[in-house]
């Protein structure tokens, strides 16, 4: 059974920080390029981050770069770990945030690629 468990969202202050995990099990996910995306309310779901299979690679939307960080863990057993390490955050950043998974492509092209797997989201509220 595959699953993609989000945690680690919450409600913070402007210009705070927290770290969102997944942690992803039923397939081999040290071969698939990992991601999040966000959806605010009443808007489209857009890219986010994410990460090659090896971790060497990653790519981001220009709305969260330098302000966010993508990493993975694939040394679990049968577990794989990803994270987004949010800082400076702004409420523009609230959202749900959903973990990604897809096998057949490349960093730069997961945010036009369908997504293989999906995580059932966690929320983020930054208030102002």
Do not use: H
């Amino acid at each position: 059974q595959v699953q993609l468990v989000e945690s680690g969202g919450g409600l913070v202050q402007a210009g705070g920080s927290l770290r969102l995990s997944c942690a992803a099990s039923g397939r081999t996910f040290s071969t698939y390029v990992m991601g999040w995306f966000r959806q605010a309310p009443g808007k489209e779901r857009e890219f986010v981050a994410a990460i090659s299979s090896s971790g060497r690679s990653t790519d981001y939307a220009d709305s969260v770069k330098g302000r966010f960080t993508i990493s993975r863990d694939n040394t679990k057993n049968m577990v794989y770990l990803v994270y987004l390490q949010m800082n400076s955050l702004k409420p523009e950043d609230t959202a749900v945030y959903y973990c990604a998974a897809t096998k057949l492509t490349t960093v730069q092209a997961m945010a036009v690629t369908p997504i293989d797997y999906w995580g059932q989201g966690t929320q983020v509220t930054v208030s102002s």
